[in-house]
């Protein structure tokens, strides 16, 4: 067969996807929702809790739907998300490997199952009240305006960020129609805003020792010492509210329950302050899995926090 003849054959068809490049792409596409993400969500559980309404039935189930709502909408964003970044993340030394970045899972095949992601949050929001789905609503715009948009603005994409986590925590009084205290709004923003500063500064550290692998531009505008005075503004400005807020707003015996509550509160800021200090704080989810210092700490002021909201 002469070479003209050969050029001008149509291209034979791919072979099948078989069971194995299935299960493969399937894997691939859990992994692209970042489970270990939905961490984060567990910020719906705050509201409630702090109202002492979590231990009731209607309390307990609002959370839970509002919870669900988030990890489908949050998925479904991680999916466009990781979309629009696939050029830019396969320049990247740890999210080259990402499902999508790595070709296991095509760019339509993400973009359709985030949409029917978002749909699905939406819709069991829609199912709990217009309320909830009113706020996973604005919690979409906010994260699609990040993609698109807000990421590349230099601060505002911190603000931006640290609002997700906002968003989250609102839900969670919304889903269970409790009252947000100017107190709660303050330190979660604060504490929010702390995470976001001490994942860009790990990200930044992590760039600069590649030798300059990154995918944020905005990194190229921070440097190590702004970041650092961000975390160190939203450290102290949060410990003084939360201090205020333990030791002036209550009174009896749930005073001292929620004074305690202190110690352990700036012991989970200042162990998050060395881990970021060494270089681990890119995944903040991950510190909370595996930290075991922090974990205990974390257990520590949610106990005191639950004996003073409960037993007084």
């Not at 709660?184 to 994942?199: E, Q, Y």
């Not at 205990?296 to 037993?311: A, K, N, Q, R, Y």
Request: glycine share 8%; proline share 5%.
């Amino acid at each position: 067969m002469s070479r003209e003849t050969a050029a001008l054959r149509p291209p034979a068809a791919a072979p099948p996807a078989g069971p194995s490049t299935r299960r493969a792409i399937a894997a691939g596409l859990v992994r692209a929702c970042r489970p270990r993400q939905w961490l984060k969500n567990a910020l719906v559980f705050a509201a409630p809790a702090a109202a002492g309404v979590l231990t009731t039935g209607a309390g307990l189930r609002g959370a839970l739907v509002a919870f669900a709502a988030f990890c489908l909408a949050a998925s479904g964003t991680y999916l466009f998300n990781d979309s629009a970044d696939v050029e830019a993340d396969r320049r990247h030394p740890r999210k080259r490997l990402r499902p999508i970045a790595a070709g296991i899972v095509s760019v339509r095949l993400a973009r359709a199952a985030g949409a029917v992601l978002l749909a699905a949050g939406l819709a069991l929001a829609f199912a709990a009240g217009w309320p909830l789905a009113a706020v996973v609503a604005a919690y979409l715009a906010l994260t699609f305006s990040y993609t698109f948009w807000l990421k590349h603005q230099p601060v505002v994409d911190l603000v931006a960020v640290a609002g997700c986590h906002v968003v989250r925590a609102y839900a969670g009084a919304v889903a269970v129609a409790v009252p947000v205290t100017s107190w709660f709004l303050v330190v979660i923003s604060l504490g929010s805003l702390l995470l976001v500063a001490g994942k860009r500064e790990a990200e930044l550290r992590a760039q600069t020792e590649g030798g300059g692998a990154g995918t944020r531009s905005t990194l190229t505008t921070y440097t190590a010492s702004y970041l650092a005075h961000v975390r160190v503004m939203c450290s102290g400005a949060m410990i003084v509210t939360y201090c205020l807020w333990a030791l002036q707003e209550h009174t009896g015996t749930e005073k001292a329950f929620f004074a305690l509550s202190i110690v352990p509160f700036v012991l989970v800021v200042l162990r998050h302050a060395l881990l970021v200090d060494r270089g681990v704080g890119e995944e903040p989810e991950e510190l909370a899995l595996r930290d075991r210092p922090l974990q205990v700490f974390i257990v520590m002021m949610l106990v005191l926090l639950g004996l003073g909201i409960h037993l007084t």
